[in-house]
């Protein structure tokens, strides 16, 4: 049985589970919290490198408040996560107020969107994107 490591988003500690058990809603063996709620998580400099180094992929928005597009792309991401929870989860920097990680990461324009496999930044898209052509890219990097 295939398994892999995720860290729980709200209290950090690494939980191992069955690939097959991902979509039936695992909890923390710790805090007992829900490992995917089916929302976007805040990702901070605390928390990101325990977030990008989930056994399952990672979508991350680097966003900031003032930014029209990210307002208007945020439902879109939004819905992504519920969709594919359990297959991926999906995290929020907020650029304003995590500086370090947009530097770290050389953001340049917002929305920008990345994919991290293991630990390792395999896709990044500058911009946001419909629905539609969301899912699609989704579909092909996840």
């Known amino acids: 049985m295939d398994t892999c490591i995720i860290r729980c988003p709200h209290c950090s500690v690494k939980n191992r589970i069955a ?24 990702a901070t400099s605390d928390n990101f490198t325990h977030l990008i180094n989930s056994g399952i992929p990672v979508v991350v928005d680097f966003w900031a408040s003032w930014c029209g597009p990210c307002q208007q792309f945020a439902p879109v991401f939004a819905q ?18 995590e500086t370090q990680l ?23 898209l500058a911009g946001a994107l419909p629905a539609g052509q969301f899912t699609q890219w989704l579909n092909q990097e996840i």
């Open 80 to 97: 992504a996560a519920k969709s594919y929870e359990g297959r991926a989860i999906f995290a929020k920097v907020n650029t304003e107020v």
């Open 19 to 42: 690939t097959n058990k991902l979509a039936q809603q695992p909890q923390c063996g710790k805090c007992k919290t829900n490992l995917f709620a089916g929302v976007p998580v805040e």
């Open 102 to 124: 947009g530097s770290q990461y050389h953001i340049r324009s917002i929305p920008s969107l990345m994919v991290f496999k293991n630990g390792k930044m395999v896709q990044q």
